[in-house]
Nanobody
């Protein structure tokens, strides 16, 4: 079992920045990578970014590339998502997730390949 706790969401104005954090606990050694996803009502969960614990390899959705940055602190078992130049369309509940499978691409964008999820944190960008 890997437990995930997100924090850092909130209300920000158009063009502003926020940094989300996700701290893992429990069987953290089994986690190979961490992903960030977001979801709005009535839509499927959308990939944002992912990072490998060991290599630091990253993967970004097109909309996130150049604006969002994912990084990790292995000692603290924490992954961060720095979000810059936020837009109203970035408004969503943001989730972190843990990927356990060591085969294939660790920083997968497929939500079904993640095994544990946090409770989510709301990000609202006002225009």
């Amino acid at each position: 079992q890997v437990n995930l706790a997100e924090s850092g969401g909130g209300l920000v104005q158009d063009g502003g920045s926020l940094m989300l954090s996700c701290t893992a606990s429990g069987r953290t050694y089994s986690s190979k990578a961490m992903g960030w996803f977001r979801q709005t009502p009535g839509k499927e969960r959308e990939f944002v970014a992912a990072i490998s614990w060991s290599s630091g390899d990253t993967n970004y959705a097109d909309f996130a590339s150049g604006r969002f940055f994912v990084f990790r602190d292995n000692d603290e078992n924490t992954v961060y998502l720095q979000m810059n130049s936020l837009k109203p369309e970035d408004t969503a509940v943001y989730y972190c997730a843990s990927h356990l499978d060591p085969s294939g691409r660790l920083t997968t964008s497929n939500a079904y390949e993640y095994d544990y999820w946090g409770q989510g944190t709301q990000v609202t960008v006002s225009s």
